[in-house]
């Protein structure tokens, strides 16, 4: 999974760098610029990664850390097929995206109870 996440990050940054090479821009702008995303990445990776070291302490708080991250990724797979959920029926479409996360939190409560030797 890291492999193809680097590959597919990799890729994406020269998508990127080609966009920019149209731009007319000093070298050292066009350097700065390229080099932000993935100083933006690593340091909200280390951040994260100081968040879950602090919530793993509270299980609940780390649960539900683990399911809106889970549930995020799930939605940004997903859209489409809820947009489409969201024009097929009537009543509020906000309410059935807020089920997916909370059948998903539920979920990982479920997990965590059946197997309390984790934690």
């Known amino acids: 999974m890291?492999?193809?996440t680097s590959l597919e990050m990799g890729f994406l940054g020269l998508a990127y760098a080609a966009f920019l090479k149209e731009w007319k821009m000093t070298k050292a702008v066009h350097l700065l610029t390229l080099a932000i995303p993935p100083?933006?990445?690593a340091v909200?990776?280390?951040?994260g990664s100081v968040i879950g070291e602090m919530l793993i302490k509270n299980v609940l708080l780390f649960l539900g850390m683990l399911s809106f991250?889970?549930?995020s990724l799930v939605y940004l797979v997903t859209q489409e097929l809820l947009i489409e959920a969201h024009e097929s029926?009537?009543?509020p479409g906000d309410l059935q995206t807020a089920w997916l996360f909370v059948g998903l939190l539920v979920a990982f409560m479920m997990s965590t109870a059946t197997d309390a030797e984790q934690w």
């Open 44 to 47: 909200a990776g280390y951040t």
């Open 2 to 4: 890291a492999g193809a």
């Open 39 to 41: 100083i933006m990445m």
């Open 69 to 71: 991250a889970s549930v």
């Open 89 to 91: 029926t009537e009543g």
